[in-house]
């Protein structure tokens, strides 16, 4: 069903089950330690990269291959594994057996997905300064579009109260601030660090394995490497709950966001307890917040709970009326406590048990659920199972489990995004 092997130092290729799917993939996911210093150039990168490669240098040129590959997709992007990034590049396709004329499909996307990441197309040895200043612009963009969905906005700005100068603090998007000092050679020498320091890992679905693994080693004989570690788990220290309230004119629904603490990241929960305790707290339709802060006392229009296993942070976000804010954070506050001190029925366990299966189950209806699935396995450090063998775990979590679980957060920030007073024309 699925095999994982080492290729090289800090480099594997796994390789899964996509036998009922007529389509194949080909993931690289490249995990490498985030700094402050270069967070934009790295927000930029995955933008100039999925514009095109060395034999494919620009977007007008990969669109047509693409097409000619019976409609292929592609996408790069930058995401977080606890404290540091992960570069990713997929590509997805109809597999060889279905082309029409017998092309190595396989040997194809990998191209493609490898030229993106170790071929990129530059000019003079630096990436291509037009595109690097139409993709500095397409993030200023998405930067200054923040603001816009006070949703987003009230938890990115919790978050910096609550994470600081810490390495989680890091944002994922850059700093528009530090948009002027994006080069085409600062871009450059991040693209060379990523290449150098990330650990590797390549999924492949339905594709040729054995044709990926040549076509990996191959591309880097070039590369010199110096794989690092991955950052180890970490928490906030417990402190004095802060709040942080903002004003916006014009805002008709507030927004809140409070942030919980473990303390310290030593003795992290398995994976399945801490999905039980957020979908019996707020992550799910059967949870204490959904149905008593929202359905009963209708305190709010939405309200949920998520955690970060690898950060040690809670988060509870809501959408309240202006003025309801106090209300609401205190409702919130008493079903934590409750489920901390109080009875957890079997009933609520079990509500939430079949929700989780469920999505565990709906994994396998597509390629991209299956190789998340594993991929999040490996950013953990444990060995792989299939979703079937975490529903078994789903099932052994206990309600003392979730409460033990849940006792253990500290509250810590509270930001609050409401309406101001309209400005008055003189």
Excluded at 119 to 130: T, W
Excluded at 401 to 412: A, F, K
Aim: hydrophobic content about 40%; proline content about 4%.
């Amino acid at each position: 069903m699925f095999e994982r092997k080492q290729l090289a130092p800090g480099v594997y290729l796994t390789t899964l089950d996509a036998e009922k799917f007529n389509r194949c993939r080909i993931t690289i996911h490249l995990r490498y330690p985030a700094l402050r210093r270069s967070a934009t150039d790295a927000a930029v990168l995955p933008l100039v990269l999925e514009r095109g490669y060395a034999r494919c240098p620009d977007m007008t040129a990969l669109s047509r291959k693409l097409a000619r590959l019976y409609g292929a997709d592609l996408g790069v992007d930058l995401g977080t594994a606890g404290t540091d990034r992960v570069l990713t590049v997929d590509i997805c396709g109809i597999k060889d057996k279905f082309a029409l004329t017998g092309e190595n499909l396989s040997a194809e996307y990998a191209d493609i997905a490898f030229g993106i990441v170790f071929e990129p197309y530059l000019v003079d040895g630096v990436f291509d300064p037009e595109a690097v200043r139409i993709e500095k612009e397409t993030l200023d963009r998405r930067l200054q579009a923040e603001f816009n969905n006070k949703r987003l906005y009230c938890v990115r700005q919790a978050r910096r109260r609550f994470y600081g100068d810490s390495p989680a603090g890091i944002e994922l998007g850059g700093y528009r601030a530090d948009l002027p000092d994006v080069t085409p050679a600062t871009l450059k020498a991040e693209y060379d660090r990523i290449l150098s320091t990330a650990s590797i890992d390549v999924m492949v679905q339905g594709a040729d394995s054995a044709r990926v693994a040549d076509l990996l080693l191959q591309k880097l004989e070039k590369v010199r490497r110096t794989p690092q570690r991955f950052a180890s788990a970490m928490a906030m220290p417990v402190t004095e709950t802060r709040h942080f309230t903002e004003e916006i004119p014009g805002v008709t629904q507030a927004k809140l966001c409070m942030l919980f603490t473990t303390g310290t990241p030593e003795d992290l929960p398995s994976i399945s307890q801490l999905r039980m305790a957020m979908s019996v707290f707020g992550g799910s339709a059967t949870s204490r917040l959904f149905r008593n802060v929202r359905e009963k006392q209708s305190l709010c229009y939405y309200c949920g709970a998520s955690a970060l296993r690898s950060t040690g942070v809670m988060m509870v976000d809501s959408g309240v009326e202006p003025g309801g804010e106090a209300k609401a954070e205190a409702a919130i506050l008493k079903e934590l406590e409750d489920l901390c001190r109080g009875p957890i029925t079997e009933e609520e366990m079990d509500d939430c048990r079949r929700s989780l299966m469920s999505g565990m189950d709906a994994l396998g209806d597509s390629l991209g659920g299956l190789e998340n699935w594993y991929y999040g396995q490996i950013a953990r450090g444990e060995a792989l199972a299939p979703p079937e063998y975490g529903k078994v775990l789903i099932q052994a979590v206990t309600a003392e489990e979730v409460r033990e679980l849940l006792n253990g957060y500290h509250y810590s920030v509270c930001y609050a995004v409401t309406a101001g007073n309209e400005e008055v024309a003189p």
